[in-house]
């Protein structure tokens, strides 16, 4: 037998199977980048194409704590000029308003542009865990005016403001990359005003807020199309302008958000970790709609570990919260969370339990409770109840509500979705039934467009 190739001996020495390394590169890169069996190619000499070489050996680095190039892996083979980052690349700052200034620099693209392209590595673990904490720990202090340049009226702050909410809304009913695009326009032109505009106290303080919304929302946009660690970058900017803003409840929204993108990820003992932190750091006291919506993300945590008694429990506490949801009270961003929300959410929950019935039952009141708002939350619940009901082998029940969620596909590009029609089509594939037949037909031109 020949030698083991050098990729062979670092998948070893993680306990790593091709198949492992295949699911990484897709977190890192988006769903479908490369399929299950490709590293299998590589370990018998042929070498991956474009920027996926340098992808490899910084995945290989960050997880073995050690240099590893490309070059090491394929010697004479490999040849790229991509630039590969982590997606907390020059973000380690003070957590003060310089620190915030510092990252929104970072926002925005600079007059050359790059000689070489860029990619983007997600973080995990300690990486996510890290910069929660030091928020959390971070020393509130008031924010502070500036003096940079031309005076920032405060009007203009709260025409931002307004347009934070305009944007998303616009990501509830159309999602997709051009709402991506609009709202990093946003985002930079608002970290360019905190920056190098000139105001007062209580000026900056709305500016910093707008800054750490739109990142938030650029954050969830981007992994809603599967663009983890650009979301991840967002995310960590947001965190920061929502603490120079004193914006405790935001930030922990900023966090949880984090959380639930690593429960996407498979990651979930980290995503347990985040909402813990997120519901420790969220203000005394938050909102109902604040901690009903920290709860439930808590309760999916508690879920997809199996723990049903926790999850339970958490569930019951954001029930209770719904009920004292008042308008007047809540921040403007979580006018989203409200029963319908919640009700939908516990049955996701429950679904992940193994509890398909009481699943079902939570995801119809949620259903109906949605009418014709949030049209992607109805997607998502809709897949959600199809599973649910094939788990109770109702086959015609299932398609409907798959049929449901299909109908629903027209307007958005989310990557969470894809993922979960995906994930039906497996299921239903081995039914013989037509109804079942007829869902893989459907499912695989909406995917295919």
Request: aromatic share 6%; with cysteine; proline share 5%.
């Amino acid at each position: 037998m020949g030698e083991m190739p050098l990729l062979g001996e670092y998948l070893s020495r993680l306990d790593w199977s091709p198949e492992r390394l295949a699911r990484e590169i897709n977190r890192v890169c988006g769903p479908g980048t490369i399929s299950a069996k490709a590293p299998y190619g590589w370990l018998r000499g042929s070498c991956p194409r474009g920027r996926l070489p340098q992808v490899v050996a910084t995945i290989l680095t960050r997880r073995l704590n050690e240099p590893i190039t490309a070059e090491e892996l394929w010697p004479k083979k490999f040849s790229s000029r991509t630039v590969i980052l982590a997606a907390d690349d020059g973000l380690d700052l003070p957590w003060t308003q310089e620190g915030t200034l510092r990252s929104a620099a970072m926002l925005i693209p600079p007059t050359e542009s790059r000689s070489q392209p860029v990619t983007l590595l997600g973080l995990n673990g300690s990486d996510l865990i890290r910069p929660a904490i030091d928020w959390l720990t971070a020393l509130d202090v008031p924010t502070a005016g500036s003096m940079r340049g031309a005076q920032l009226n405060p009007d203009a702050v709260r025409v931002l403001a307004e347009r934070v909410g305009q944007l998303r809304r616009l990501d509830d009913t159309q999602g997709g990359p051009l709402v991506l695009e609009w709202v990093v326009q946003d985002l930079r032109w608002a970290a360019n005003l905190v920056r190098s505009a000139s105001y007062d106290a209580s000026t900056g303080t709305l500016l910093f807020r707008a800054l750490a919304e739109l990142a938030q929302l650029a954050g969830w946009v981007a992994c809603d199309l599967g663009h983890e660690a650009l979301g991840q970058r967002y995310f960590l900017v947001g965190l920061r302008a929502s603490h120079a803003a004193g914006d405790r409840q935001l930030g922990a929204n900023i966090v949880s958000c984090l959380s639930y993108q690593a429960s996407w990820s498979g990651n979930r003992e980290d995503a347990l970790r985040l909402i813990k932190l997120a519901r420790k750091g969220a203000g005394h006291p938050p909102s109902a709609s604040v901690r009903a919506l920290l709860a439930t993300r808590q309760a999916r945590a508690h879920a997809q570990l199996g723990q049903h008694d926790q999850c339970e429990q958490v569930l019951d506490e954001a029930a209770g919260l719904g009920e004292a949801i008042t308008t007047d009270s809540e921040p403007p961003w979580a006018y989203w969370v409200t029963p319908a929300v919640l009700a939908a959410d516990a049955g996701r929950a429950w679904l992940e339990l193994g509890q398909a019935e009481r699943a079902e039952e939570d995801l119809l009141r949620g259903l109906r409770l949605f009418g014709a708002a949030q049209p992607r939350n109805r997607l998502l619940h809709n897949t959600s109840l199809a599973e649910a009901r094939l788990a109770r082998r109702d086959v015609d029940g299932a398609a409907e509500a798959t049929h449901d969620a299909l109908d629903l596909t027209a307007s958005f590009g989310s990557a969470r979705a894809r993922s979960r029609l995906r994930d039906l089509r497996a299921k239903f594939t081995p039914i013989a039934a037509a109804a079942a037949r007829e869902i893989c037909d459907r499912i695989e031109t909406v995917l295919s467009a």
